[in-house]
């Protein structure tokens, strides 16, 4: 049988590098172009997804795992634009707010309205929410290199 133990500590860690990757990729394209769609109004912006891979962490632990309200407005995250230093600054605050939603998720806190939970793939755990959460951003951080590409040939 094989046990592995998500810790908040592991569970950060792959959440602060995926911002990493994902703030890189924006750096490649500067101020200039980090707020370009690569293929027309139908594509994203890497700064929308990285405005968006904030919502998603924000969403799903917050909301739907601790239960705080969410006055996301999700579409409207694919229109964001922001410069590198607003990027930067959202991302360390997701990731500090991550880090505390994992905290409070060890410590036992969890929504008393889930119901969102029944979305995730394999199960209603703490742990499927957050591979959830990890899931989301690696795949944007895939959309986000994609799109600087197109925008960089």
Same mark, same amino acid.
């Given at each position: ?9 592991? #569970? ?78 959202? #991302?360390? #605050? ?60």
């Amino acid at each position: 049988m094989l046990v592995v133990q998500l810790t908040p500590e592991t #569970a950060t860690g792959y959440v602060r590098r995926a911002f990493e990757e994902l703030l890189a990729v924006a750096e490649r394209l500067g101020d200039e172009r980090v707020n370009e769609r690569p293929l027309g109004p139908t594509t994203n912006a890497v700064a929308a997804l990285i405005v968006h891979c904030c919502g998603v962490a924000e969403f799903w632990l917050g909301h739907v795992g601790l239960g705080r309200d969410s006055h996301r407005a999700r579409e409207a995250e694919f229109s964001r634009t922001a410069s590198l230093a607003e990027l930067r600054a959202m #991302a360390d #605050a997701t990731c500090r707010q991550v880090q505390a939603d994992l905290q409070a998720l060890e410590a036992g806190a969890r929504s008393p309205h889930s119901g969102g939970r029944t979305f995730l793939q394999v199960d209603d755990t703490d742990a499927s929410l957050v591979l959830h959460v990890i899931e989301e951003l690696f795949q944007h951080l895939g959309h986000a290199e994609l799109a600087a590409d197109a925008l960089l040939q």
